[in-house]
Structure formats: structure tokens, C-alpha cells
């Protein structure tokens, strides 16, 4: 079992910055692939990034490539995504989530085995 809590959402102006955090219980987080989702009002959750269980090759969506980086630290049981030139469009809640996942099917909410309660970020115009 992993359980994970997002934090660092909040308010912010277009152009700015953000870091997420999601920390991980238990002790086969390292052996899990991590992904960031994000949710607007009205719309299907979509795939934000995506990183290995050994931090290896990152993957993104097109929409943010460029300005949103993740990462993780298996000793500290987080992974991060690092959100620069924020767009209004970014708004949304913001999930992390863990799995066993092939790289073929990082962008697949399904995929994944376990879920955090989402952080809210608003990025205004």
C-alpha cells in the first residue's frame, strides 16, 4: 500500500512559478513509476508528467513540456513537479499518483494503482 499527499498549490500570477510536492508512504515507493494529473472543472483528468520508478526519463504532455519539470527522491519518498510560466489554463486540481506502469501508458489515468487527494492550483491572468 502507498499513500500519497499532495501539497504546495495555491494562487498564483501568469508567468509564475510553483512547486508541488508528493510525499509517499511505505516502503515500495521507490519501486513505483509516479505521475501528475490535473483535473479542471468540467473536464476529464489529464496527463501532466510522468517518471520512472529510477528516476530515468521523464515523460510529459505537449501543454506543458518545456515549463514543467518532475523529479523524485526516493530517499525522502517525494516526487515533485516544478511548474514555471504558469498559464491561466493551468488551473486545476493537481493529483500525483503511483503505479506499476508500462512507459507506453504513463498518460492513462487507469494505469495507476494509487492516488493522492489532489492540490489546487489557480493561476490568474
Known amino acids: 500500500q502507498v499513500q500519497l499527499v499532495e501539497s504546495g498549490g495555491g494562487l498564483v500570477q501568469a508567468g509564475g512559478s510553483l512547486r508541488l510536492s508528493c510525499a509517499a508512504s511505505?516502503?515500495?515507493?521507490?519501486?513505483?513509476?509516479m505521475g501528475w494529473f490535473r483535473q479542471a472543472p468540467g473536464k476529464e483528468r489529464e496527463f501532466v508528467a510522468a517518471?520512472?520508478?529510477?528516476?530515468?526519463?521523464?515523460y510529459y504532455s505537449d501543454s506543458v513540456k518545456g515549463r514543467f519539470t518532475i523529479s523524485r527522491d526516493n530517499a525522502k519518498n517525494t516526487v515533485y513537479l516544478q511548474m514555471n510560466s504558469l498559464k491561466p489554463e493551468d488551473t486545476a486540481v493537481y493529483y500525483c499518483?503511483?503505479?506499476?506502469?508500462?512507459?507506453?501508458?504513463?498518460?492513462?489515468?487507469?494505469?495507476?494503482?494509487?492516488w493522492g487527494q489532489g492540490t489546487q492550483v489557480t493561476v490568474s491572468s
Open positions: 517518471i520512472g520508478w529510477s528516476g530515468g526519463t521523464p
Open positions: 499518483a503511483a503505479g506499476s506502469v508500462l512507459p507506453s501508458l504513463v498518460v492513462t489515468p487507469r494505469q495507476y494503482d494509487y
Open positions: 511505505g516502503r515500495t515507493f521507490s519501486t513505483y513509476g
